[in-house]
């Protein structure tokens, strides 16, 4: 009835979810992907962050740029 925070924790990383959305269900989507980012920041070894990081940073700015390119045509 009420598990613990390491019983939530637990579940939450064999679900893949965040603990906000095993708390609170009815988190949006985007939150959703905000949540899965930090998650997916948190997991990778600290030495590999600011790769991690600077590869999403690359992504995005690819993305915008083609995002943009499709806008024009």
């Given at each position: 009835m009420n598990p613990s925070y390491l019983i939530l924790r637990a579940l939450a990383k064999v679900l893949h979810i965040s603990l906000d959305t095993l708390i609170n269900p009815?988190?949006?989507?985007?939150?959703?992907?905000?949540?899965?980012?930090?998650?997916?920041?948190?997991?990778?070894?600290?030495?590999?962050?600011?790769?991690?990081?600077?590869?999403?940073?690359?992504t995005v700015k690819e993305l915008t740029e083609l995002s943009e390119k499709f806008e024009t045509n």
């Open positions: 009815d988190v949006s989507l985007e939150d959703e992907g905000v949540n899965q980012m930090k998650m997916l920041y948190s997991s990778c070894p600290p030495e590999m962050r600011d790769t991690l990081l600077h590869h999403t940073q690359e």
